[in-house]
């Protein structure tokens, strides 16, 4: 790991610190550390285009990694019981919210993250328990909002959803575009990742995938709401 990489990443991944600080004293710490990054990477500091630079490059970092101290149980505590006669035994309708953006940090080469977040969920008959949609993409902001990797964020949002909710199934479909593959190394400006998680009945029943596919297809290739 390169030296500037190295004191971003003590600064901002240090838990125990981190939480006794607030975000206006975690970016007055980075700030003199961003300082010294910039005369590493053989900048001047000083020079008109970059005084401001390391306060407002902290206070960015401040909000890229804030999900770190957030636990989604904030969000998905708002629940609701849907009523026997609307979700009777044995239905396996879904749940479906597509097309949440997000942006996130990769925590290899702190590079910019960019895509959508697509999310099914089956309450279960017995308690039938649901949440507020916006709750879904506040808990994709909240593992979005970390050093991440995109293949653990999708696992946590599966995670999170089904340990909360007690849902009878839940998949996470996750498609990004990788900024650390197109600004260096192989430079793929067209490549895409996709990552999928799935819990419950989603990882018993292939066919519960395959709808969720299709309304996919489907909202994809129709028209916009």
Request: aromatic share 4%; proline share 4%; net charge negative.
């Amino acid at each position: 790991m390169r030296l500037w990489e190295s004191l971003i990443v003590q600064s901002i991944r240090c838990p125990n610190k981190r939480c006794e600080l607030n975000k206006d004293e975690t970016a007055e710490q980075l700030e003199s550390l961003l300082r010294e990054v910039l005369v590493h990477l053989g900048e001047d500091p000083n020079r008109q285009g970059l005084k401001q630079t390391p306060r407002r490059w902290a206070e960015a970092l401040t909000t890229y990694t804030e999900g770190s101290s957030v636990d989604p149980e904030e969000h998905l505590r708002v629940i609701f019981e849907l009523d026997e006669d609307d979700y009777p035994l044995g239905s396996d309708d879904m749940i479906i919210v597509d097309n949440i953006e997000f942006a996130s940090t990769c925590e290899h080469h702190m590079s910019p993250i960019r895509g959508l977040v697509h999310i099914a969920y089956i309450p279960d008959p017995e308690n039938r328990v649901i949440t507020g949609l916006s709750k879904l993409a506040r808990v994709v902001r909240v593992f979005a909002r970390r050093l991440q990797l995109q293949e653990r964020m999708t696992q946590q949002i599966t995670r999170a959803i089904d340990d909360h909710l007690h849902p009878l199934g839940v998949i996470t479909i996750v498609h990004a575009v990788h900024y650390c593959m197109i600004q260096r190394g192989v430079e793929q400006r067209n490549s895409t990742t996709l990552t999928t998680s799935r819990r419950g009945v989603f990882l018993e029943n292939p066919e519960l995938e395959a709808k969720v596919q299709e309304y996919l297809r489907v909202r994809l290739d129709g028209n916009r709401v």
